[in-house]
């Protein structure tokens, strides 16, 4: 292999005539360009030589293909020349009227992943043989594009038109067994077997001892004309009312349409056409920045690469059984981490292990979970007492109340009882760390693991180090959270930490707007369609007043500056009204915990504005949806430009996957600051100084950060200078 080369295939041809042609470029065996040329010049060869009369597609180290590199459509997006030139080069001139329309027949043998372009190759070979644990699919649409090597032509007519929409619109993947039901592939073969069947199956197709089928011009799966159109047009409605913020997914059931009403050839080349606009699109250039932020946030600058290894957790303690704490427990054993809860007396130890045993229930109830898994993973897990058992854990993970002395306490028999190499780490999202550890000797290997919650559902995890943490705990740390599944996100020390620091205005801004006119509901609804999964009103709801002011009180005293104080949750909190928990808060909920707007608001808001002395300012009264969002966000990108400039994020890239997984920012948005700076610093500063002189002085004002960038017209990702992550 050249060293300039990203991947490879080798060609081997055997003396039963077969040419067995490996796509070799680790760690997934990705479509680069330079496995594509390669793999279009075996297929030239073999296809020219004499001796050989079939071929056979694999993949090196039991992978087939993760798919075509994601790197090579981002440097297509950022502007660089296309490899090929002429458009449908690799699929119809190829793909098509190369391999698929061939004498010599091609059978794809899949291990590991067929995905995307890899699969859509296997697509085009006369047959398929897959291992039973293989996972084939065509996610493209996740990253939004849609598929370009015919995959949008071929899989209907492999698998029916409403399987082929699922798998391609839902990014669904299918395991062997099920494409094997669904005639995706031709047969189940096992891992040491799987090359030798498939030349035996391409020798059979020459021989004409087993049909050679062109995926492309298979009819007998496909619905008649009218079903299908009617499948379509349930699809795009379907479409529109889920994503109505996402163009490509209607762009791809135009092309199947395409294919299905003019024929397989027209879908081809309407694919072909299509591709440079989705490529193009702002989703599409959001999404992939999005999937390498995600890969990134676990690579960090004087961690990760300074030669450490992470140390392996084999057993974990937790103490308090709380709401946290058993969501903690709950995401562990679910990982295989055998796990001990200790609580302070037995009553609260049975409660906690029932929460356990509670969230895994749900998963049987809905399905996920066998009941022999269930007893398999709860096995994992045992109560205890007292700190005896404490004495062979490699990390424990402290969730019990806010309450400083107690957690003090706590950390010096954690120091008594727990071996020395033991990480200690705290679900505190208030307390001082350095505090907590005060009365220790193990500053080192004290570190902050803040779940959100329900823990073992919301994805994000915020790893907090305080200036005497250790890389190797921190690598440690991180290690486990990617194995539980969580986006393991490092953070610095300060109220909030990142995600909860960045969010504090998104209320706080809503609210002010209220205050001077304008509609709640109207909010939400803006917030809503911007793609959030629910407004800030709607948020306050869920989360309940009572943790909501809590909160405020918090933000309120570390930036009193900026912090905007509306009367109006607290009244509604007076009348009974706490949030969904109560049934009623800015919304009214039925026995289904359907939100209801409720007239009834107006007079708390007109009482809070009484309080606050603010007037109604006609403009806010009529706001477009656009000056909505950007009221209601810019704050929040202000702010976020503080976590930045302090260091408390390493990296802007580390808060753009925070807000999406964290708060549900929308990640074909590409997450905050991404999206921000697709509008530009200049002009989100003018915003900010325009409502900072109009509506309120010090809420609104653009910080140092923000100032900096916008004069420079420099993009708020660009790396901060003598970034310095710290306490
Ligand atoms: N999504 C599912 O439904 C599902 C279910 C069970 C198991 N899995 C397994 O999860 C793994 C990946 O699935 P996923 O798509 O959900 O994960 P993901 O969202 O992390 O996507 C990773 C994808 O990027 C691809 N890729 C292509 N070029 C790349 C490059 N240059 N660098 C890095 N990655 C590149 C990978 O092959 C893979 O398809 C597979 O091992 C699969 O077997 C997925
Ligand atoms: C905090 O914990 C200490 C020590 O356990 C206890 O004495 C004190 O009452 C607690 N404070 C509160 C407010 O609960
Ligand atoms: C830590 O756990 C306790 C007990 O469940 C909970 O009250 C508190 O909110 C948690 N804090 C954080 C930051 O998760
Ligand atoms: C950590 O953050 C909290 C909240 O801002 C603060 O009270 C504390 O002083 C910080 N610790 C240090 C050492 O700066
Ligand atoms: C608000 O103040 C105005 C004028 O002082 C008064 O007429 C009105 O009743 C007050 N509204 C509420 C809800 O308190």
Not at 323 to 352: C, H, R, W
């Amino acid at each position: 292999m050249g060293s300039n080369t990203e991947g490879q295939t080798v060609m081997e041809v055997g003396s039963d005539g077969v040419a067995v042609i490996t796509i070799i470029n680790p760690p997934v065996n990705s479509i680069s360009y330079d496995v594509l040329n390669s793999l279009i010049e075996n297929l030239k060869q073999a296809l020219h030589r004499d001796d050989v009369k079939a071929l056979v597609f694999t993949g090196e180290k039991g992978k087939f293909s993760g798919g075509f590199d994601i790197n090579a459509f981002r440097r297509l997006q950022s502007g660089r020349k296309a490899e090929y030139s002429r458009p449908g080069y690799a699929s119809v001139e190829i793909l098509t009227d190369t391999l698929e329309a061939a004498h010599k027949p091609s059978v794809a043998a899949i291990d590991g992943l067929a995905l995307g372009g890899g699969l859509e190759i296997a697509l085009a070979c006369h047959a398929r043989l897959s291992t039973p644990t293989a996972w084939l699919g065509l996610p493209e649409l996740k990253l939004g594009l849609v598929p370009a090597f015919g995959g949008t032509q071929r899989l209907p007519r492999l698998v029916g038109l409403t399987k082929a929409l699922e798998m391609m619109l839902a990014s669904k993947q299918v395991k062997g067994e099920e494409a094997f039901t669904l005639g995706l592939v031709d047969a189940i073969v096992s891992p040491s077997e799987l090359v030798k069947t498939a030349r035996q199956w391409a020798l059979d197709i020459a021989e004409c001892r087993r049909p050679r089928v062109a995926s492309l011009y298979k009819t007998d799966k496909l619905e008649p004309l009218g079903k299908a159109k009617e499948i379509l047009k349930i699809s795009r409605e379907q479409a529109r009312k889920q994503a109505p913020n996402l163009k490509h997914l209607l762009v791809c059931i135009d092309v199947i349409e395409e294919g299905i009403v003019s024929g397989p050839r027209a879908g081809l080349w309407k694919e072909v056409d299509v591709f440079q606009g989705v490529l193009h699109s702002e989703t599409s250039k959001s999404l992939i920045h999005i999937f390498y932020a995600e890969h990134g946030t676990s690579k960090v600058t004087g961690v990760t690469d300074i030669g450490l290894v992470p140390r392996r957790v084999k057993k974990v303690a937790i103490l308090g059984g709380g709401l946290m704490g058993s969501g903690i427990a709950t995401a562990l054993i679910l990982s295989n981490y055998p796990v001990i809860l200790k609580e302070v007396n037995e009553k609260f130890l049975q409660a906690g292990i029932g929460r356990v045993r509670a969230n895994l229930q749900s998963q049987v109830k809905k399905g996920k979970m066998t009941q022999e898994n269930f007893d398999k993973t709860i096995s994992l897990l045992r109560g205890v007492l007292d700190y005896e058992n404490f004495r062979d854990v490699d990390m424990v993970i402290e969730a019990v109340i806010e309450n400083l002395s107690l957690k003090q306490q706590i950390f010096v028999e954690l120091e008594k009882y727990c071996p020395p190499h033991c990480i200690l780490a705290t679900n505190t999202s208030t307390i001082d760390l350095n505090l907590i550890g005060e009365r220790t000797k193990s500053q080192h290997r004290i570190v902050g693991a803040h779940f959100f919650s329900p823990a073992h559902i919301m994805p994000l995890l915020e790893i907090v180090h305080t200036k005497h943490t250790s890389p190797q705990v921190i690598l440690d740390l991180l290690d486990v959270g990617k194995k539980i599944k969580k986006t393991p996100v490092v953070v610095g020390n300060c109220t909030g930490f990142a995600v909860n620091r960045m969010f504090f205005p998104y209320s706080q801004s809503a609210h002010l707007l209220v205050e001077r006119g304008a509609n709640l509901y109207q909010i939400d609804n803006a917030i809503t369609k911007f793609g959030m999964p629910m407004g800030p009103f709607r948020l306050s709801d869920l989360v309940g007043f009572g943790t909501s002011l809590a909160g405020r009180a918090q933000f309120s005293q570390s930036y009193p500056e900026r912090t905007y104080i509306s009367m109006l949750m607290s009244l509604l909190q007076e009348d009974g009204r706490a949030g969904e928990s109560t049934r009623k808060g800015y919304y009214l909920y039925d026995d289904k915990r359907k939100a209801k707007p409720d007239p009834e608001i107006q007079k708390y808001i007109e009482k809070a504005r009484n309080i606050s002395g603010a007037s109604i300012d006609p403009k806010l009264e009529k706001l477009q949806e656009k000056d909505i969002v950007e009221m209601i966000f810019f704050p929040v990108v202000n702010e976020a430009c503080r976590v930045l400039a302090e260091g408390i994020a390493y990296k802007a890239a580390d808060l753009d996957v925070a807000s999406v997984k964290g708060m549900g920012f929308p990640s074909y948005r590409g997450g905050l600051i991404f999206w921000a700076d697709s509008l530009g610093s200049k002009y989100i500063h003018s915003k900010l100084e325009e409502w900072s002189s109009k509506i309120h002085g010090e809420f609104f004002k653009p910080c140092a950060y923000l100032a900096e960038r916008a004069a420079k017209g420099a993009p708020l990702s660009s790396p901060v200078e003598q970034a310095k992550a710290r306490l």
